[in-house]
């Protein structure tokens, strides 16, 4: 039998006081996002099918380009927020640092990959 | 005492014995299309890093993003991510003080439903 009284366990557990930020930065994103998609959507949708030659002159013009790069960056950046979320309240342990800094890590790489496209199609 | 009940106690969120319902539900759904959206979103990442390496690569994966199946994963990624913000949206009103009695939400969470599905419809009929 452990001599530990309910304080004593309590202490040091409470919250990791990181969560207002992590709050308001996915405030911030979906109210961005909320422009940013419906945009995305409709630029994107509308020459999705096309051939190449329609393809890359479309990214040419600044206005979809932008969309574009706005709405990868933001998205996965609130995506890297979200799935932190989802991991923490069902992964537990070791496996959680894991998927977490894996799924991060994913993230950038994707929205990485997605602007630098981007930006050599349009240049 | 602090030697009662020690660590044993039920979590929330209760999933296995909590009944059904609109704001559990809606709540729920918006974690999923939000997390699902990741396949679409990397199928695009690839559209993208394609079409900037060349018209072979562009073929390849434009032709699996335009696939049956990539249209399948698209127009239910459309209906997701219409949903997820609609969800967003009533997250935004809530961290407002909006929308926070039962009754209010559970409409919310219907009107997240129906409004989702006619803005997918508008979508695919629009593009």
């Given at each position: 039998m452990a001599f530990l009284t309910d304080r004593k366990r309590a202490t040091?557990?409470?919250?990791?006081?990181?969560?207002?930020?992590?709050?308001?930065?996915?405030?911030?994103?979906?109210?961005?996002?909320?422009?940013?998609?419906?945009?995305?959507?409709?630029?994107f949708g509308s020459i999705l099918g096309a051939s190449y030659q329609e393809v890359i002159v479309y990214y040419q013009r600044p206005f979809p380009a932008v969309v574009a790069i706005l709405f990868l960056l933001v998205g996965f950046f609130h995506y890297r927020l979200?799935?932190?979320?989802?991991?923490?309240?069902?992964?537990?342990?070791?496996?959680?640092?894991?998927a977490i800094i894996g799924m991060i890590c994913l993230s950038y790489a994707a929205a990485a990959f997605a602007i630098f496209a981007i930006i050599r199609i349009a240049l | 005492m602090a030697d009662v009940n020690r660590g044993n106690r039920p979590l929330s969120p209760h999933l296995t014995i909590y009944r059904p319902q609109w704001t559990s539900m809606s709540?729920?759904?918006v974690r999923i299309t939000g997390n699902a959206l990741i396949v679409a979103?990397?199928?695009?990442?690839?559209?993208?890093?394609?079409a900037a390496s060349g018209p072979a690569?562009?073929?390849?994966?434009?032709?699996?993003?335009t696939s049956w199946?990539?249209?399948?994963?698209?127009?239910?990624?459309v209906l997701g991510l219409w949903y997820h913000l609609l969800g967003g949206l009533r997250h935004l009103?809530?961290?407002?003080?909006?929308?926070?009695?039962?009754?209010?939400?559970?409409m919310a969470a219907q009107m997240m439903v129906?409004?989702?599905?006619?803005?997918?419809?508008?979508?695919?009929?629009v593009l």
């Open positions: 040091g557990m409470g919250s990791a006081k990181t969560g207002t930020g992590h709050h308001w930065q996915m405030m911030v994103t979906s109210v961005a996002l909320l422009i940013l998609a419906p945009l995305f959507i409709f630029t979200g799935v932190q979320t989802l991991i923490e309240d069902y992964v537990h342990g070791f496996a959680r640092k894991a | 709540s729920i759904l979103a990397l199928m695009i990442v690839w559209w993208f890093v394609a690569a562009f073929a390849t994966a434009n032709g699996f993003v199946f990539g249209d399948l994963v698209m127009t239910l990624s009103a809530w961290d407002s003080g909006r929308l926070l009695d039962v009754d209010k939400s559970e129906v409004l989702s599905v006619l803005l997918t419809v508008f979508t695919v009929i």
